[in-house]
């Protein structure tokens, strides 16, 4: 009996202890990366820094964006670890971000991170417009393979395209966002107004364009590469074109939410999300990533992706996003309505 | 003769003669008052807070900012230049200019005619008032320090708006066409459905009741099927019918399924058993009399039709017309799967909010949504009380006699009806257990692995039982006891004719405004509820709330049938009321409680307007999983959800069946002589 009491306490001051060696720090991160890659993401991370702890909040770019700033005067997230730059640079204007460099910051491509300093976030990844062409059903149509984005506007493919409403989706607004770069303001929406012509319908979601062409609803499709990369995996009679004159795309990026109670390991998990280690996991997924030289080409990405991505202008994205939107809407939208 | 009046008038008035409140009568209005409590939290204060969001506007405010500007060497004179009077001399910027979204931005170099990025010159820029927010860049400045910028610097300054309220955004809304479009969209969409809808729907109720034809039993179990499945199963049905792919499209001769044909075919599927329901009701009861005396009047046949039968369904068909146009112009799930670019409401105000992130023209389309959807309400509401009794005591009920040739054609006419009810159902599941339509045809169950796509995976499914559940629980407790309290108390008429009222509001507020009413109210961290935002708690009450006037309005019928006698004799035995309801009255009503459980939970799985801006990652559920799917391209995997949203369905109306009847037989039993 005596020999039970004693077992009972020394079990019970072991758990004392492991909890108190262990110690654990407890970050809240928030987040748009796909579901089934957060585990191997936390785990990564842990084999470093057993001590600090992440919980989760994941949900789309959108709600992600809008979730954080509807708590902008009383932010739950330490960290955001996967978020659209574009997303973060709203946040950063509304003064939502502690810039802080993280250890190694210096090594990543100067694309990838904000131009100020100290930097109020770091790229992670990019994911980069493409155009999806299902060659199946081109054929039955008679099209010939576009190679740029003015091909598209060809009156061959007139009903044969379709993509995402820039209003709804990220995808779509990078889309917008780079045509009016390309082609400057005006150059741009006279290359939209064409493009309208030939467009079938504009979708909600910026996946849905690809995996549309990859069922032979719609031969092309404007989507990511990314997308079009696991449609074709996944057997579909995909050729993913990237136009000559450049592509959009926006990355992933990381940062720590201002006023966080957990700055040291805050700090912590944004130095790891730099390191070699971390640009590695992300190429699982993603074919380009902040780290130069890391990248290993992903299967079936089209290999001359880096080259075609424009420099593009995430400020000039940010600030003129409402005004582009809606430019776009008094213009495309209602598409079927009878003229 | 005047002198007994007088006498009357000149008495003192007696003590007001007040009955003494019994404890039961406390208990019972204190109940009154809770329930109604709740109805106000989860449904009037809402609503405020949506509406009073609609009236929150953002705009630019000039005067919170003072500028300098330096001369060519970038030395400044001190002159503090006022924004306001800069654009009155320049006329920069107009009135409409001002009015913005929580996102906009104004470059501020248009008040500078002589601007170029290239000048030596210099400015200076600062926030005059607290509160007041520019940019540089993406850099926030908020507080009051003067900052000194070179010109190509200064080209970066973005002024912010400020809260203010006003009818900015209604003006806005109604001065864009394309969101002003939907108005007349939804209003043509929601009146031709409707017209087909009543029209097939009648002759379908007139073909069960009113002729000889076999298998009527297997059709009314056919006509209630899509009440069992989400209202964008059709749509995902009609894509693998009519779309690009689709298996049937040379019936549409080259016109696209994506818009209004698909809104309406797909609308007549989901709201054909409502419609069927109503003129069923209307068209089984009738007075046999009237026809034999148009036969021995020489009537035609189609005379007496016209003359006997459609006057006596009038209110059956008005009521139906009334509650389809406001369901397809609520319903925001089909829409979405098969409108293509023909936007409608109930889409926008999705559009708007998860899309745009832009709440308040939400508030504002949500507020436009609500003005048909009451007015549809409150005119059925106006015809139904013009209703009186047709069937009298002395009424024969009418028996229909066989008819040859008529018998087979309505026979041929409710085929094609189940055919098409059948074969929507069909097609989606073929859609979700083939592999990769149209290129591998073979069969696999890929589809049902939802735990690999976006939209919950299998929990979204077991979350969206436990939401069945406990919707039909705790709502049929809530709403039948609520109905019992207004129905069997003594006076208090007031509070309870107030009571008769909140409880039909529920009817006419479409499931998308009560969800967006939601965020408002219960996402303000102000808010004490605050805590149940992204719970299930969460989605529980919506759900309940939003389904429950037909829930109030069952129970209200079956407990008229119980004479107040009972509360009379309980009271004179001296029994608490309390005791009267859980021994007598309930056992009594089961069949109405078992009916309210399977509606409330029915509905719970397969709405998805009420739930779509509720759920987190956490309570995702089947629904939504179909929409989200759908909307990620995943449209196979979308459809083997949808049919295992039938699927449980059909199972939960069979287990409700068996209960019923075993409960019958149980607690009915005084009911047979």
Not at chain 2, 261 to 284: C, E, K, N, R
């Amino acid at each position: 009996m005596k020999r039970k009491v004693s077992t009972l306490t020394s079990l019970v001051a072991g758990a004392l202890l492991a909890t108190s060696v262990a110690a654990e720090t407890e970050l809240t991160v928030y987040t748009a990366v796909e579901a089934e890659d957060l585990a191997r993401y936390a785990a990564t991370f842990n084999e470093a820094n057993p001590d600090i702890k992440i919980n989760w909040v994941r949900d789309s770019t959108g709600i992600i964006t809008a979730k954080l700033l509807a708590e902008r005067d009383n932010p739950q997230a330490d960290v955001v670890w996967g978020l659209a730059a574009t997303s973060l640079l709203l946040l950063k204007s509304e003064g939502m971000l502690e810039a802080y460099a993280p250890m190694g910051v210096e090594k990543l491509d100067a694309k990838f991170v904000d131009g100020d300093n100290p930097p109020a976030w770091v790229g992670m990844d990019a994911w980069v417009a493409s155009v999806c062409y299902n060659t199946v059903e081109a054929e039955k149509a008679g099209l010939t393979p576009p190679t740029s984005w003015q091909d598209l506007t060809d009156p061959q493919y007139a009903g044969h395209v379709i993509m995402p409403n820039p209003n709804s989706s990220g995808t779509g607004f990078l889309d917008v966002s780079s045509w009016l770069q390309i082609f400057g303001k005006d150059g741009g929406w006279e290359y939209m107004d064409a493009l309208h012509n030939n467009i079938a319908r504009y979708t909600h979601s910026g996946s849905k364009p690809c995996k549309l062409a990859a069922a032979g609803e719609i031969p092309i499709g404007i989507s990511f590469a990314f997308r079009g990369a696991k449609s074709k995996a996944a057997g579909a009679p995909l050729e993913i074109i990237v136009p000559s004159e450049g592509v959009g795309w926006d990355m992933e990026a990381t940062a720590i939410v201002a006023g966080t109670a957990n700055l040291e390991a805050a700090q912590k998990l944004v130095d790891f999300t730099v390191t070699l280690g971390a640009n590695e996991m992300y190429n699982t997924g993603y074919a380009v990533v902040a780290y130069p030289g890391v990248a290993k080409p992903v299967e079936h990405f089209p290999t001359n992706l880096l080259d075609k991505m424009i420099d593009n202008d995430f400020e000039f994205a940010a600030n003129n996003r409402a005004e582009i939107l809606k430019e776009w809407q008094s213009r495309y939208d209602g598409k079927s309505d009878p003229k | 003769m005047s002198t007994p009046s007088t006498n009357i008038t000149s008495m003192p008035p007696g003590p007001v003669i007040k009955s003494k409140l019994s404890r039961d009568d406390i208990v019972m209005r204190g109940g009154m008052v809770v329930i109604a409590l709740y109805l106000i939290v989860t449904l009037a204060f809402p609503l405020y807070a949506m509406l009073s969001k609609s009236f929150s506007t953002y705009r630019f405010e000039l005067s919170q900012y003072e500028m300098q500007v330096s001369d060519q060497d970038g030395v400044f004179d001190g002159t503090v230049l006022n924004p306001v009077d800069l654009n009155a001399a320049t006329g920069a910027f107009e009135d409409a200019d001002f009015s913005a979204g929580s996102d906009s931005r104004l470059a501020v170099t248009k008040l500078f005619p002589d601007f170029s990025f290239r000048s030596p010159v210099m400015y200076q820029i600062r926030n005059a008032q607290p509160g007041g927010r520019f940019l540089v860049g993406s850099t926030l400045h908020d507080d009051m320090e003067w900052l000194t910028l070179d010109s190509n610097s200064f080209r970066r300054v973005q002024l912010r708006p400020v809260k203010s309220t006003g009818v900015d955004n209604f003006v806005n809304y109604f001065s864009t066409p394309a969101l002003f479009n939907s108005v007349k969209n939804s209003l043509v969409i929601a009146v031709i459905s409707t017209v087909v809808t009543v029209t097939l729907a009648f002759w379908f109720a007139y073909a069960l009741n009113r002729s000889c034809m076999r298998f009527k039993g297997v059709f009314r179990l056919i006509a209630m099927a899509p009440i069992l499945v989400p209202s964008l199963l059709p749509g995902i049905a009609l894509v693998y019918l009519f779309g690009n792919q689709g298996m049937l499209k040379e019936l549409l001769f080259g016109a696209s399924i994506y818009g209004p044909i698909g809104i309406v075919i797909g609308s007549v599927f989901f709201t054909f058993p409502h419609a069927f329901l109503i003129i069923s009701t209307a068209l089984a009861i009738s007075d046999a009399r009237l026809y034999e005396a148009a036969v021995s009047l020489r009537a035609s046949p189609w005379r007496t039709f016209w003359t006997v039968t459609i006057p006596s369904a009038r209110y059956g068909l008005i009521s139906a017309g009334f509650v389809v146009f406001n369901l397809v112009i609520t319903d925001f799930g089909l829409p979405k799967v098969i409108g293509g670019q023909f936007n409608m409401l109930a889409v926008d105000i999705y559009k708007q909010v998860i899309g745009q992130q832009n709440f308040e023209m939400g508030a504002v389309v949500s507020v436009v949504l609500i003005v048909p959807a009451i007015f549809a309400f409150a005119l059925d509401r106006y015809v139904q009380s013009k209703q009186v009794a047709t069937l009298s005591a002395r009424s024969v009920p009418f028996q229909p006699s066989p008819n040859a040739k008529m018998d087979r054609i309505f026979l041929i006419y409710s085929s094609l009806i189940g055919l098409f009810i059948v074969g929507i159902l069909a097609v989606c599941q073929f859609a979700a257990l083939v592999k990769f339509w149209p290129y591998d045809l073979s069969l696999s169950l890929n589809n049902y692995q939802f735990d690999k796509m976006d939209g919950g995976g299998w929990n979204s499914y077991y979350n969206s039982i436990k939401l069945g559940l406990l919707t039909a629980v705790i709502g049929t407790s809530v709403i039948f006891f609520g109905a019992y309290l207004v129905e069997k108390s003594n006076g208090f008429r007031v509070g309870r004719s107030l009571f008769q009222m909140i409880a039909m509001l529920p009817m006419a507020i479409p499931g998308m405004v009560l969800g967006l009413a939601y965020i408002f109210f219960f996402n303000n961290p102000a808010n004490p509820l605050n805590v149940i935002y992204g719970t299930m708690a969460i989605l529980v009450i919506s759900a309940v709330t939003h389904f429950y006037t037909v829930s109030h309005l069952t129970a209200v019928t079956a407990l008229k049938q119980m004479d107040r006698e009972f509360e009379s004799v309980s009271a004179s035995l001296k029994q608490p009321t309390m005791k009267l309801f859980t021994r007598v009255t309930v056992p009594v009503c089961l069949p109405a409680v078992l009916d309210i459980s399977i509606y409330l939970f029915v509905n719970a799985l397969t709405t998805v307007s009420a739930v779509v801006f509720l759920y987190s990652p956490k309570t995702s559920l089947a629904s939504i999983a179909v929409l989200n799917m759908d909307d990620a391209g995943d449209i196979a995997p979308a459809a083997a959800m949808g049919m295992m949203i039938f699927y449980t369905n059909a199972g939960a109306r069979i287990i409700h069946l068996i209960l019923s009847k075993g409960v019958l037989r149980r607690t009915q039993a005084w009911r047979a002589r």
